[in-house]
């Protein structure tokens, strides 16, 4: 079972098109080089969590990634990726599966 990461569409709607874009022109989307640039956060019922994480490079592109925590210690982290929405597995602790969902 997925637990689900409900992001509201407009946002992964403009992510997933930057993020497909060969080049993105950082300063008129108003986004900073080299860093995490946009964050979701899942909480789990039993503290551990997962964070969904767009993060800007040094040559105009950007790629995200989800991270997951147990008690602020990182214990998983995705394959760089090139779309928000859709199933994040967590390789070998399938209960931290997460389905990212566009909402209103």
Partial sequence: ?????VI??????RW??????????????????DK???????VFDDDHWADLEVVSTQDSTLWCQ???????TEF?????CYELDGIWP???????DIEVVAGK
């Fill in 1 to 5: 079972m997925n637990t689900k990461l």
């Fill in 8 to 13: 509201p569409g407009k946002e992964i709607a």
């Fill in 16 to 33: 997933n098109k930057l993020l497909e874009q060969d080049e993105v022109d950082f300063e008129k989307e108003g986004i900073d080089e």
């Fill in 36 to 42: 995490v640039v946009a964050r979701w956060t899942l």
């Fill in 66 to 72: 989800m991270v997951w925590f147990d008690h602020g």
């Fill in 76 to 80: 998983a982290c995705s394959d760089v």
């Fill in 90 to 96: 967590c390789s070998g602790y399938e209960n931290y």
